[in-house]
């Protein structure tokens, strides 16, 4: 068992939360850890360190609520080399995003110039509210990079998104080439990484390597 | 008519003074009904020595005309309307009142400017915080601006001193932004000063405080660091110092303090984000306050704000063994995060720095906590990631009001 206010269980926290980013997130979707309730650390021989958690999330967009979930964060031993294995069970129903997700699409879709930005949010934590989606991919986008590159000594947020350029694409999908400062909590580094996001309001969010 | 007049126009003669304050002057307001009562008007307009002030000239019946009349003239103009049947009303009273209320209006207003010029809840520059920083020492006899030392690129390093008297009272350490791109520290130190000297006198808590103790608060802990957020990287932690055999600039100044010092959680590389520096107080940045705290030698407590993640922390970090102290502090923490949880419901996490963020050496509060100042704490203020360092600017006050209280609940335990 381990007090959810020490770093170890706050750090698979993170990592849990980044998965469900990408998996779950969207332009009209922000999750967000409300509260860590339990954690539990499991040590397998020749396998590594596999967290138990409890937590509770909330959407940006949509506050007064709360949804319970339940996550297991497995580091594999010298795990310098492959990235944590992530599940995560939601409890309930996050709140429906087919609207806003349809209007971003078509919105985008409709751009004679292809959407170009930086700076998400800017030195004063300003987001003008159009990017606020864009913002929101971003995230959805980072959590990928940060599922993929943990390790039990690193905690990596999203400090802020550099540059994003949409790429119109001749398929369906919604291109956008980000360039992403995520902050390291533990070297306190703060690093570039550009990733490429493809998102569809059905088919959801797909890093491209 | 013409005679009486001339007769009461003689008495007004003798009654004129030429006075430079208006107590006694009234205004009156004469409603003239036909061509014969504007030129009675125009008549006593003409006569100089009188000193009436005709706010509205008399011109045409249809008019009304407003005149001032000085004091000992009052009665006899009053008089003479009355008896030519010329209808008035009292437009004022008592002028010097009037204008004695308005200054007063005035000065309030201008007080309120002054005092709301500068805005807390925007994020600002080194040079608007620095003359923020003579603002409140010059409004307030307590405030003493003073320099404890200089920046590797020679900026002055400021500290507000809170004193209402005594000497070398037992002292309150506070400082901010060791860290440039915490951004939320610096700007919620100024509004806490704003509001520890505004609050002197009114609020009984400061107030006791400070006819205890002193306080020194050191808003901008690193003005190079903090100035390189504003015209190059806002993402910026370090010093600026320039590091010998390097092409990497700057120390981590929370890294650099002697306490620990080399030790696990800090880095020997010099481009890295958490490089403790060649040796510890090599930062003149550190070294500063370290002198200035040694020289005073009466320090009681020892608080630094840092962004982000809602912590709040007490010694150990280079090491992860309990402080002598820790059941004290511990206690002390919860009670302060409590205070900070009562204002908006921001959760605060306590603990050691070591089981909470992680094992770092060379930290501010482990140096002041082995120097003999029990009461160490840092804090982590909002949020916990969604905006990090880049804390939208309404959410200063709210970040600052909160913390405050958490400071002010150990800055209570400390003077009792």
Redesign the interface.
């Known amino acids: 068992e381990l007090?959810p206010?020490?770093?170890p269980a706050a750090r698979a926290a993170?990592v849990a939360l980044g998965y469900l980013r990408y998996l779950r997130g969207g332009p009209g979707r922000?999750l967000?850890?409300r509260?860590l309730r339990r954690a539990r650390r499991q040590d397998i021989d020749d396998v590594g360190h596999k967290y138990y958690l409890e937590l509770e999330l909330e959407d940006?967009l949509d506050k007064d609520r709360t949804v319970s979930c339940t996550a297991e964060v497995l580091y594999h031993l010298g795990s310098k080399s492959s990235a944590p294995d992530v599940q995560v069970t939601v409890q309930g129903e996050l709140r429906s995003t087919e609207e806003a997700d349809q209007e971003f699409y078509n919105r985008i879709r409709s751009l004679e110039e292809e959407l170009v930005a930086e700076n998400i949010?800017?030195?004063?934590?300003?987001v003008p509210p159009e990017l606020e989606p864009i913002h929101l991919l971003a995230w959805a986008a980072s959590g990928y990079v940060i599922w993929q590159n943990s390790t039990e000594n690193t905690k990596f947020?999203?400090?802020?998104v550099k540059h994003v350029k949409q790429v119109k694409r001749s398929d369906e999908d919604l291109q956008f080439d980000y360039v992403v400062?995520l902050?390291e909590?533990?070297?306190?580094?703060?690093l570039p990484w550009e990733v490429r996001l493809l998102w569809h309001p059905r088919r959801g969010a797909r890093v491209s390597r | 008519a013409n005679m009486k007049l001339l007769l009461i126009f003689g008495a007004l003669i003798g009654a004129s003074l030429c006075l430079e304050t208006f107590v006694g002057h009234q205004v009156l307001r004469i409603k003239t009904k036909n061509e014969e009562e504007v030129k009675q008007l125009q008549l006593l307009e003409s006569l100089e020595h009188l000193e009436l002030d005709f706010w509205i000239n008399p011109s045409a019946p249809a008019l009304p005309v407003d005149v001032r009349i000085p004091a000992a003239s009052v009665q006899s103009v009053k008089a003479f309307l009355e008896s030519q049947g010329i209808e008035y009303s009292i437009l004022i009273e008592d002028l010097q009142d009037v204008l004695d209320k308005e200054k007063q209006e005035m000065a309030e207003s201008a007080q309120r400017q002054r005092s709301s010029s500068f805005d807390f809840g925007?994020?600002h520059t080194l040079e608007d915080i620095n003359e923020e920083l003579d603002h409140l020492a010059s409004e307030y006899s307590f405030v003493e601006k003073i320099q404890i030392g200089q920046s590797y690129e020679k900026r002055p390093l400021y500290v507000l001193k809170f004193s209402t008297g005594g000497s070398n009272r037992p002292a309150i350490w506070l400082d901010a932004g060791i860290h440039s791109r915490e951004?939320v520290t610096q700007a919620s130190a100024l509004w806490i000063a704003n509001k520890i000297a505004s609050d002197y006198g009114t609020d009984a808590s400061i107030t006791s405080l400070l006819d205890k103790m002193d306080l020194f608060l050191l808003p901008v802990a690193n003005p190079d660091g903090f100035v390189y957020?504003?015209t190059s990287n806002?993402?910026w932690?370090k010093t600026r110092s320039k590091i010998p055999g390097s092409i990497c600039v700057g120390v981590?100044p929370n890294r650099n303090w002697d306490a620990g010092f080399g030790g696990p959680g800090a880095?020997n590389k010099p481009c890295?984000?958490?490089y403790h520096g060649p040796s510890a107080n090599s930062e003149v940045e550190v070294k500063s306050v370290v002198d200035f705290i040694k020289n005073h030698g009466n320090f009681k407590a020892f608080l630094t704000l840092h962004s982000y993640?809602q912590l709040l922390m007490y010694p150990y970090g280079y090491k992860c063994t309990r402080p002598d102290d820790y059941a004290e502090l511990e206690s002390l923490g919860r009670a302060a995060a409590s205070s900070i949880r009562s204002l908006y419901g921001t959760?605060f996490?306590?603990?050691t720095i070591c089981?909470?963020?992680?094992q770092a050496s060379g930290g501010s509060i482990d140096w002041s906590y082995d120097n003999g100042i029990k009461y160490s704490f840092a804090f982590e203020l909002r949020d916990?990631?969604?905006?990090?360092?880049?804390?939208?600017?309404n959410?200063i006050i709210p970040a600052a009001k909160e913390t405050w209280l958490g400071l002010k609940r150990i800055m209570e335990h400390v003077r009792d």
């Open positions: 007090p206010s020490h770093f993170a922000g967000q850890l509260e940006v949010p800017d030195s004063h934590g300003n947020h999203l400090a802020q400062l902050h909590m533990v070297s306190q580094e703060v | 925007a994020y951004w957020t504003h806002r993402m932690r981590d880095s890295s984000d958490s993640s959760s996490q306590v603990g089981k909470t963020i992680y916990t990631g969604r905006y990090g360092f880049l804390l939208p600017a959410q």
